[in-house]
């Protein structure tokens, strides 16, 4: 039998023992958590400097800011008027180069949704372009969605326009100036 003084000190070690495990997890945890944010605001960095030199974003972002100043109606990419049959070359173009765009928005909603992006850092690059081009390309949305019966269209772009529209980006001061 043990004495008194040995059982005791063999408790004091198994709880320094069970102490020093759950810290080590909790350190692991940590660990693992701050490693994913920051893989996160990698790839999210990545994804910002490609995407600068996506061309094919950048003339679908001109053609539909082109489109929306001269008053054109988005809609009649989908239903053309004045009894044409179809669209012209030129329209087509057009339209492929906002679906384009409008694709970009998505996939990027999507990343954000899902958390492959960090959605500050794109808020922060990307708000006043995916709020105010999700409003002026509402209607060319609505009617895809309306010809096509499939709801579903954009949804995700839907999502983060209106996600961000209901919580604006903040004017905040850096934390380092307090003068």
């Known amino acids: 039998m043990l004495s008194e003084e ?25 660990t693992i958590i701050y490693n994913v944010n920051t893989a996160r605001k990698v790839h999210t960095s990545v994804f910002l400097g490609e995407s600068r030199f996506d061309v094919d974003y950048k ?35 057009e339209k492929r180069e906002i679906i384009y765009c409008l694709g970009f928005y998505e996939r990027m909603a999507v990343s954000v949704k899902r958390k492959t992006y960090d959605e500050t850092m ?41 996600r961000w529209k209901d919580c604006p980006l903040k004017d905040k001061s850096p934390w380092y100036k307090f003068w």
């Open 6 to 30: 040995m059982q005791f000190a063999m408790a004091v070690a198994q709880i320094v023992s069970a102490v020093a495990v759950s810290l080590g997890l909790f350190i692991a945890i940590a």
């Open 59 to 93: 003339k679908g972002l001109s053609t539909m800011r082109r489109i929306h100043e001269s008053n054109k109606s988005f809609r009649s990419y989908m239903y053309p008027s004045n009894g044409q049959a179809d669209l012209t070359d030129e329209e087509k173009t």
């Open 122 to 162: 794109i808020k922060e690059v990307f708000y006043s372009s995916v709020v105010n081009n999700y409003q002026i390309a509402l209607p060319l949305i609505q009617a895809i969605r309306e010809k096509e019966n499939i709801n579903t269209y954009f949804k995700e772009y839907e999502w983060l326009a209106t």
